[in-house]
């Protein structure tokens, strides 16, 4: 069972529905007694990963000094890792993608994080809108060797308040509690 969790929200829309499965997680989380690290990266000055490869001449410090490095400290210590974001184009935010795409400056040294999540929303009724955002995850744990603790995807969110009520917040709860 995890004791620190580091959450990487990519939604660019505050107390919209990604926020609010979220907030669902880490109030389970936080009732188990772990610890919850939350970033809202659409909120984060990040640039992209220019594949430098300087991180692994520095082992693991990228040479763009902005805020990713504040995530990468966190995913330093954590033990467990959460990627929530809306399904934008039948994928993962832009926001989000960027500060997935500067973790690679820890392929040098390694997470420590051994177990993963992700929560997904998307105003589409088929799940099969989120198989873009799912294989990314899916790829990003078989490279990592992290075991995939969850995968939460709610269909048919429109307006910010369509997730209220929802089963799915439920399972966010469990899913904070038992990662």
Same mark, same amino acid.
């Given at each position: ?27 389970? !989380? ?11 990266? #659409? &909120?984060?000055?990040? /640039?992209?990963?220019? $594949? ?64 993963? !999540? ?11 809108? #989120? &198989?873009?955002?799912? /294989?990314?995850?899916? $790829? ?40």
């Amino acid at each position: 069972m995890s004791k620190h969790i580091v959450v990487l929200s990519g939604s660019p829309r505050r107390n919209g529905n990604t926020d609010r499965l979220v907030a669902a997680f880490v109030d389970g !989380a936080e009732s188990a007694g772990k610890k919850v690290t939350l970033f809202h990266t #659409a &909120d984060m000055d990040i /640039a992209g990963c220019l $594949g430098c490869n300087h991180c692994f001449e520095e082992k693991g410090v990228c040479v763009k000094k902005d805020d990713a490095q504040k995530i990468l400290d966190a995913l330093l210590e954590a033990d467990a890792y959460v990627l929530a974001s809306p399904i934008y184009f039948f994928s993962l935010t832009a926001q989000i993608r960027l500060a997935i795409d500067r973790t690679y400056a820890l392929l040098s040294v390694g997470m420590p994080a051994k177990r993963s !999540a992700l929560l997904v929303t998307c105003g589409d009724k088929r799940e099969s809108a #989120a &198989d873009g955002a799912v /294989a990314t995850y899916k $790829g990003m744990c078989m490279h990592s060797g992290r075991e995939d603790a969850g995968i939460i995807i709610v269909t048919g969110l429109h307006d910010p308040s369509d997730i209220e009520g929802r089963m799915e917040l439920d399972k966010a709860r469990a899913l904070g509690r038992e990662i």
